[in-house]
Nanobody, 127 residues
Framework: QLQLVESGGGWTQPGGSLRLSCGAS????????IGWFRQFPGKAREGVSC????????LYADAVKGRFTVSRDNAKNTVYLYMNDLKPEDTAVYYC????????????????????WGIGTLVTVSS
């Protein structure tokens, strides 16, 4: 069974940092661009970041640009999202997903372009 599993969510104060991990079981992430999305209560999922299979292309939503960094370690079959200077408005459930292509392909924030999804991890930023 193909699965993605997110971990690393939790609580932090504004200005804090968290590192999310996206691991795969049942398949290799080597051949897929991986996207990170987040979902606020009552809202549709929105794109956060995307990284190509070769690690040479990374994309970020304007809301997180300069604060979040995506990377991957194909040897560990894991993709990471480093989140710095977190704000209360970053509070959401974060998901990773495998795109159908090895490069981040537009429309990159369209969830329909992604096949396998994780179950999400909650990030809470509050004082």
């Amino acid at each position: 069974q193909l699965q993605l599993v997110e971990s690393g969510g939790g609580w932090t104060q504004p200005g804090g940092s968290l590192r999310l991990s996206c691991g795969a079981s049942g398949f290799s992430l080597d051949y897929y661009a991986i996207g990170w999305f987040r979902q606020f209560p009552g809202k549709a999922r929105e794109g956060v970041s995307c990284i190509s299979s070769s690690d040479k292309m990374t994309l970020y939503a304007d809301a997180v640009k300069g604060r979040f960094t995506v990377s991957r370690d194909n040897a560990k079959n894991t993709v990471y999202l480093y989140m710095n200077d977190l704000k209360p408005e970053d509070t959401a459930v974060y998901y990773c997903a495998a795109q159908h292509f090895p490069v981040c392909t537009h429309p990159v924030w369209d969830t329909a372009g992604y096949g396998t999804w994780g179950i999400g991890t909650l990030v809470t930023v509050s004082s």
